[in-house]
């Protein structure tokens, strides 16, 4: 039997006590995920049960019980709070997908202060902006990712510690850094958990915004609430599972469904930091005999690309669910994984504001191929009108995703910028910025995003943020970034770019640019395309319009072009 039984008595008697209950919290209770994540478990009866299998490159592996991560999550609260981190302040983690990574969050959700993880691959440009914004005290890195750090740390004005994982061998450790290696620290016992409440921030994730700098994503650890019952129904996580997430934790997944709700669940989970390729994947989940596997939809198709051959070369029958999220998955996708292994992905939608999963496809519900599935129970949701925001009622018709605040995982803040946050409400509804039509069974079928955003490979990448990096090459005098269609990636990003006078389109200065932006920004958010034009086309108004040259990348109708600059 599926863990949410039906789905329709679960959605017609839904309140979040069901969730509180099995958690033991009563409204007023101090609530620490972290604790929640470890110590409770062990509480349980759990201690020596496994918590983390990890597999890196060349072989390497390590394991911990829910004992190992009670005992260093709290030497990891412990050192921080010896250096003078205290509830609230920012500790950012910026590390490959290692143990370090996932016991440090923990740890630092047990002082009280605020995770703030960010993606390893980021270059300077892009760590700077969320570090400044984020008034960042502290923050966890490796050896290989120094380099970035120290080129920005003087304009870090907040930042008080450095902390190296991996000892840095030969290179001295310089101003604000320290080293800390957890598995060879002495192990605390006893760690006083910061009393934290509900409402007492615990994650900022960054998120890119259509216009502006990245957002800073604040959430709480009451948020434990909707990601504990969420991943209990949604990915049916049971005693026995052994679980994979191949998110990163730099971003939101990584975090809600690859360290806390499994944990919270006592469940035993795999990470590696390995790459990808088919046979590593495939290997990976006979080795651990893998039984829920949460991916995305990139990842699948890079599976489907690889062939159907290749997985004849593997055991693959622990898996008994599979789930997806980040971006629209094909129903290709899932008719060709219940053709291969026998079981459909189960398609979720949420963002990293929602904080857990909102619309998706349960066990044992009928599975549309294609469609994102029913809201979660008690979340309440709709289409509504671009303009009026009232609900649309006639099914099929296309509008925006609405939902009703007030599931326990959902932002409190863009971290200093209400005037932001606040213009994602209206009409008491929290619009999350993606079309979508509902059908007359009450499937969600989604349709598009609602701004200029791009979802590569499941990450958004700010038009935005890319052109403003690209104006800082010196070749370029004007730049417009939009998404061109990709098989793998669903969209990948495409520069039109004016050079300044002097300057010529050549092979040489398209790789340039290219490399210059995966330096600055990331690998997600360098070009893969690069389309030199004399001029961009603008409204009257002097906007880049965007929207025109997208259209042309996917052979759409370029519509109405009325506000187009004469030439
Ligand atoms: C969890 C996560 C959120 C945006 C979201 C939407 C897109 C997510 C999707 C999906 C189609 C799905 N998205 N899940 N689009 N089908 N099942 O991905 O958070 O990084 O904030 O991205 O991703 O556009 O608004 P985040």
Known sequence: MHNIGSYDERAKNFSWDISEKELGYQPGDNINIGWYCTDRICDMGKAEKTALIWEGLGGKHKQYTYNDLRLLSNTIAGFLTSLGIVAEDRVCIFLDRIPELYIGFVGILKTGAIAQPLFSAFGEESLIVRLENAETKAIITQKKHLGKVRKIVDKLPYLKHIIVVDDP?????????????????????????????????????????????????????????SQYLTAKWVLDLKENDIYWCTADPGWVTGTSYGIISPWALGVTQCVNDIGFSADAWYSFIEKHRISVWYSAPTAIRSLMKAGDEVIKKYDLSSLRHLASVGEPLNAEAVIWSDKVFGLKFHDSYWQTETGSIMISNYPGMPIKAGSMGKPFPGVVSAVVDPESYEEINDTGKIGLIAFRPGWPAMMRMYWNNEQVYKAKFNNGWYIPGDRAYIDPEGYFWFVGRDDDIINTGGHLVSPFEVESALLEHPAVAESAVVSKPDFVNMEVVKAFVCLKPGYEATPELNLEIMNFIRKKLSPLAMPQDIEYIPNLPKTRSGKIMRRMLKAQEWGEEIGDTSTLEDD
Do not use: C, W
Not at 173 to 181: C, G, R, Y
Not at 192 to 201: D, L, Q
């Open 169 to 225: 061998g030969k290179a001295p450790l310089q101003q604000l850094e320290i080293a800390f290696d957890m598995d060879n620290a002495e192990r605390l016992e006893h760690y006083e958990v910061y009393p934290t409440k509900a409402e007492s921030p615990s994650v900022l994730h960054y998120t890119s915004g259509t216009t502006g700098m990245p957002k800073g994503v604040k959430h709480v650890h009451y948020s434990l609430i």
